[in-house]
């Protein structure tokens, strides 16, 4: 060490906006749990799934959809504007429960699709 000094790390001492030691904040980001399957795929959901019908109805009865967000997106005219309004709206409000049922009902109504997703991933 040149004239006894320690050299320090990137970002030490430094703080985070949540008052976090920043090097600490930057470790914490790289741990994070691993994302949601509807979430990683998102844009394949919304390009590639074809039978939306059956779908709206599995989450309208299992309640992650209330009828008001039901009729509405049944109104949209196209299979992708219909999957973006249900990921902006109910699937976004519902969270982690509300991803878990709507993957349920994709691997048994887009069962294909879901498979042909997994396969990409590995």
């Not at 998102?42 to 299992?62: H, K, M, S, T």
């Not at 009729?71 to 976004?92: A, F, N, V, W």
Request: one cysteine or more; charged letters at 35%; glycine letters at 10%.
């Amino acid at each position: 060490m040149k004239g006894g000094r320690e050299r320090e790390r990137p970002g030490a001492g430094l703080r985070s906006k949540e008052g976090g030691d920043l090097t600490e904040t930057r470790r914490k980001k790289r741990e994070t749990p691993l994302e949601h399957f509807v979430d990683k795929h998102q844009c394949d959901l919304i390009a590639r799934v074809c039978n939306i019908g059956p779908i709206l109805d599995n989450l309208f009865r299992e309640g992650v959809i209330q009828q008001e967000d039901y009729d509405t997106i049944r109104t949209i005219p196209t299979t992708q504007e219909r999957m973006r309004k249900l990921y902006s709206g109910s699937l976004k409000a519902g969270g982690q429960a509300a991803k878990d049922v709507f993957f349920r009902i994709l691997k048994k109504e887009e069962s294909y699709l879901v498979a042909d997703l997994n396969r990409k991933e590995s």
